[in-house]
């Protein structure tokens, strides 16, 4: 039971739930509390704790989710319910001087094809990036999704790409998800990339044995070699076996935007977010964005299109 418990939220989340569940029991044990069950004006105590001490709203939402989860899985009264506690977030999320949301900015399509072209391709890790980039972009995969592509789970024909990910965000059940990526004709194919990248690397699936259920890293880690003697051949490039972490790919994502010379906060969404807001600059419609995104809500969908479509789409711009 534990195994399928353990399976009940995304790595990501679980994660993020111990931090969170850590820094409670630190606070319970300085100020003499108990850390389970909680007491909801202990938790409302801490909640507002966090708040002036600049925390987000977001960052004290999770830590009041962490606590709820604690609770559920251990079966005891949930104290994040309690009303106290629900006036108290209320209350932060409506406090003034609070910081706005962090706006991160999208790589749409000329953008994208900036950064590609500025990518010398002279290495190993140019061909992996720019597959990572243009990967991202044409399935408008999430960062943790892009990190855990396996070869297995890819296959190519004449017309595309398939992806599968076992799990997704949106995937609540992980029956797996197929992403389409279309094949193209110009250099900013994400096919042509992929294919590029496995050339180059030389990577194939692992040989299995018949208990041997292990897949091969799509986009692992790469070691540059140390710089030779003269007259001498460097050595290769050492590739790892396990997959870049989300955050390895949200970096690579800023370096190679910033060596574009682009402007902008750009992070691990911003291939997300820049294909939607492409997709909508090319006036397709919600439903195809929303099959493209795989986004179970038209409202978090909208969300991702950025301010400059309200402007330029607005139904009174004709008549102004």
């Known amino acids: 039971m534990g195994a399928f418990v353990q399976h009940g939220k995304s790595a990501n989340t679980r994660r993020a739930y111990r931090s969170a569940i850590k820094g409670w029991c630190a606070w319970t044990n300085r100020h003499g509390l108990p850390a389970l069950p909680a007491r909801s004006t202990d938790v409302a105590t801490y909640l507002a704790d966090l708040a002036l001490r600049g925390r987000k709203p977001t960052t004290i939402e999770l830590h009041r989710a962490a606590l709820r989860y604690l609770h559920h899985i251990a ?115 994400p096919v042509r990339a992929w294919e590029t990248w496995l050339r180059l690397s030389g990577l194939k699936p692992r040989k299995k044995t018949a208990n041997d259920h292990s897949t091969t890293a799509a986009f692992p880690r790469i070691w540059s070699p140390a710089a030779s003697k003269p007259d001498v051949s460097p050595p290769l490039p050492k590739i790892g076996t396990q997959s870049l972490s989300d955050w390895s790919v949200a970096k690579i994502i800023k370096q190679r935007c ?61 008549r102004f």
Not at 280 to 285: G, K, L, R, T, W
């Open 75 to 189: 079966q005891l009264p949930i104290p994040t319910a309690q009303a106290l506690v629900t006036e108290t977030v209320a209350g932060i999320h409506r406090s003034p001087g609070k910081e706005m949301p962090r706006q991160v900015k999208g790589l749409t399509w000329d953008m994208m094809c900036e950064v590609i072209d500025a990518i010398p391709m002279t290495t190993l890790i140019d061909a992996r990036d720019r597959a990572i980039l243009l990967i991202g972009y044409g399935g408008a995969l999430r960062r943790s999704e892009l990190a855990s592509i396996q070869l297995e789970y890819v296959t190519l024909d004449d017309d595309c790409m398939r992806i599968t990910l076992p799990q997704s965000k949106g995937d609540k059940q992980n029956k797996g998800t197929v992403v389409a990526i279309p094949r193209g004709i110009t250099r900013f194919c």
């Open 258 to 318: 910033l060596a574009a010379g682009l402007e902008g906060d750009f992070s691990g969404h911003s291939l997300r977010r820049g294909a939607i807001t492409t997709g909508a600059q090319d006036n397709y419609d919600l439903m195809a964005l929303k099959r493209f995104s795989r986004h179970r809500d038209y409202r978090v969908l909208e969300a991702y299109i950025e301010d400059d479509q309200a402007l330029t789409r607005h139904p009174g711009k004709s």
